[in-house]
C-alpha cells in the first residue's frame, strides 16, 4: 500500500453518517500513516445512523482546504441531506476542487458536490438514488464499484469500501490532479 | 372549503414518510369530501419516521393515475429518498402531469419528480435541501409558504401544511389544468 506519512486528511460529516463510510476509510488512510481530522458543521461529537461518536475536530467554518492534502465525504441519507445545507460545508468542499487536491465520496455523500458546482463533465457513481441529481449536476453517472477520475473517487454502498479505500489511499499518495478543478 | 365529493386522490408513500404531511393533507381532503387512497412500493403497512402506521392498499406497480383526480406526496428524507428508486412509483407520478392533473408536494417528496421529468419550467418550493436538485431538473425555486403553479402545489416543511392543505383542496377542486403537463 502507498505510504501516506505526513499526509493530511479531512472527513466532513455531521449526524446521520453511515458508520462504516467514516471508520473505514479513516482506518485506512491512517494505517497508510497520514493524519485524519473530522470536520463538521457541529461541535462537540457527532453521531452515526448506527450509533457510532466521532468527536469534530474542526468546525466547517473555521477549515480551509488548504491546511488539507485531501477530503473523504462519507454517505448516509440524512448527513448528505444536512451537510449540504451549510454554506461552510459547501465552500470548504469547493475549494477542494479549486486546489486540485483528491477528493473520495461515497453512497449519499455526493450530494453536497452538486451544491458546490463542481460536477461538470466529470465521471462518477453514487448510491443509486443521486443518479439524476449528479447527471442535472453535470456528471456522467455509472454503476460501477469504484470510479475514479483525475482525483475524483467515488464508491456506491459500504459494500465497495474495500476497493473505495484502496483508490482513495492510492489518489491521495499521487497528490494533485490538474483536471481536478472547481 | 371546497368540495370534493366523488374525487379520488392518491397519496404515495413509504417507510420513513414524514408523519403530519400524510395525516394532515389526508385529513383535509377526506373532510372536504373526497376518497383518499395509500399508494407505496410496499406492501402491508409502511411507518412514519415518528412511528405513525398507514395501511398500504395499492401497490405502485398495480396503481393508475387514471383512477384518481389528483395525487399529494408527502416527504420526509428517507422516504423520498426511497420512492425514487421504484420505476413504477416514478412512472406513476409522471402520469399525473401527462394528464394534467392536481399534485401536491411538501419537503423532501418533490425528490421524485426530478426522476419523473417533469419540473422543466415550472415554479416550485421544498425542505431547502432540494433547491440545487430542482433547480438542476429545471424548475424555479422559490422559498415561500405555499406555491401553486397551474396544478402543482408545492410547500417546506410541516411548519407549511395549513397553507398547503387549503391550495391542494383548491387545485383537486378546479380539476385538470392544461399547464400541468409531462
Given amino acids: 500500500m502507498a505510504d501516506l506519512t505526513g499526509k493530511k486528511v479531512a472527513f466532513l460529516a455531521t449526524n446521520g453518517f453511515e458508520d462504516s463510510e467514516l471508520t473505514s476509510p479513516w482506518g485506512a488512510v491512517t494505517d497508510a500513516g497520514a493524519q485524519a481530522t473530522l470536520v463538521s458543521p457541529e461541535s462537540g461529537t457527532i453521531t452515526g445512523k448506527k450509533g457510532h461518536e ?14 488539507f ?22 465552500a470548504f468542499v469547493k475549494d477542494f476542487f479549486a486546489q486540485h487536491k483528491p477528493v473520495g465520496v461515497i453512497c449519499h455523500g455526493g450530494w453536497i458536490l452538486t451544491d458546490a458546482d463542481v460536477l461538470k463533465g466529470r465521471t462518477i457513481t453514487s448510491y443509486p438514488s443521486l443518479r439524476t441529481d449528479l447527471t442535472n449536476a453535470g456528471a456522467s453517472w455509472v454503476d460501477e464499484e469504484v470510479v475514479v477520475d483525475a482525483g475524483l473517487v467515488s464508491s456506491r454502498t459500504p459494500d465497495d469500501l474495500p476497493a473505495f479505500n484502496a483508490k482513495v489511499v492510492e489518489e491521495l499518495a499521487e497528490g494533485k490532479h490538474a483536471e481536478q478543478t472547481a
Fill in 54 to 67: 466521532a468527536t469534530v475536530e474542526v468546525s466547517s467554518a473555521e477549515a480551509t482546504a488548504a491546511d
Fill in 69 to 90: 492534502d485531501g477530503l473523504v465525504l462519507p454517505g448516509g441519507v440524512a448527513n448528505g441531506d444536512h451537510l449540504r445545507m451549510d454554506a461552510a460545508s459547501v
